[in-house]
């Protein structure tokens, strides 16, 4: 298991420690509808040019990613201490999840 406190220096070494910290489905869950809203609140940007949807996104963001680390997986977010990296995982788990190559119910395992 990889420590919380270890230094990564990649994103490729870094993505395993962040799927380890993501094993509640319920997290999971938040987590992607989350990441969702942060490409609703894009599109409607861009489809209504109402700037004002951007202020949204680091609520949809944060808001419901640290709600699934503080209520349901009772972990410090990654996000504290790597936010490039943090930021880089929660868009990868989500494409993961949505492609299926990362289930909801798995604890925290990614499919080749």
Known sequence: MIQPNTTFKSFSDFYPFYISEHSNKTS???HFIGTAGI???LAATLITK????LWFIPL???GFAWLGHFK???NKPATFKY???SMTGDFLMFWHLLTGKLSFADQAKVKN
């Not at 109402?50 to 949807?53: D, E, H, R, S």
């Open 28 to 30: 999971k869950i938040v």
């Open 39 to 41: 490409f609703i609140l």
């Open 50 to 53: 109402n700037l004002n949807f």
């Open 60 to 62: 949809s963001g944060y």
């Open 72 to 74: 349901f997986e009772k």
């Open 83 to 85: 936010p490039f990296y």
